[in-house]
């Protein structure tokens, strides 16, 4: 199965900075990564899908990029509502596969 | 508004069964894959399986830990997705959340979740 390489595992961020969470693959998986968003006792929410497309209604502070094997998440301007984990998920090969998770703490 | 809500969860025994439902609403069903996914306590996401629709045949996916233990089907008529899980262990003890597919452009998507149902498997 291809392996979801998500780093980092946490990070800490201040009101107002940018932050880059990365998700490697594998192998290659040409576009086909989305990125979720999920809060505490919430289900997942989609943010990007085709790597890099913003989903309908995601405000776009949100953006991602890349291809192959390497892919970014990039969240500008953050607020205390973006406390949450951050994960991608491949489906190009089956079984999809979800990276391990990115925790994501607003002092 | 798109609504998927599971049911079917509980408290189950090692080695036992279990059948989960997700009712579907405000969407046209039979037009989208529909997927599970789990999540065990304070862990991260697991892709579980997926089901396609009546044109690819209601052909189905499973993650390499529950292949040949769970089954998924889907009633179209009824708007459901099922997840029948047999030989339960307890490393199956999980929130399971019922996803909506969206397929653009040569690109897979969960985008509707349901908010999920919880199994524990425990003696």
């Known amino acids: 199965a291809i392996q979801m390489t998500q780093s980092p595992s946490s990070l800490s961020a201040s009101v107002g900075d940018s932050v880059t969470i990365t998700c490697r693959a594998s192998q290659d998986i040409r576009n086909d990564l989305g990125w979720y968003q999920q809060k505490p006792g919430e289900a997942p929410k989609l943010l990007i899908y085709a790597a890099s497309t913003l989903q309908s209604g995601v405000p776009s502070k949100f953006s991602g990029s890349g291809s192959g094997t390497d892919f970014t998440l990039t969240i500008s301007s953050l607020q205390p509502e973006d406390s949450a984990t951050y994960y991608c998920l491949q489906d190009f090969y089956y079984p999809c596969t979800f990276g391990q998770g990115t925790k994501l703490e607003i002092k | 508004e798109v609504q998927l809500v599971e049911s079917g969860g509980g408290l189950v025994q090692p080695g036992g069964s279990l059948r989960l439902s997700c009712a579907a609403s405000g969407f046209t069903f039979n037009e989208h894959y529909m997927d599970w996914v789990r999540q065990a306590p304070g862990k991260g996401l697991e892709w579980v399986g997926r089901?396609?629709?009546?044109?690819?045949?209601?052909?189905?996916e499973y993650a390499t830990s529950v292949k040949g233990r769970f089954t998924i089907s889907r009633d179209d008529l009824k708007k459901s997705l099922f997840l029948q899980m047999n030989s339960l262990r307890t490393e199956d003890t999980a929130v399971y959340y019922c996803c909506r597919v969206v397929s653009r452009s040569e690109n897979d998507a969960l985008d509707f979740w349901g908010l999920g149902t919880v199994i524990t498997v425990s003696s």
């Open positions: 089901i396609r629709k009546k044109s690819n045949s209601y052909t189905t």
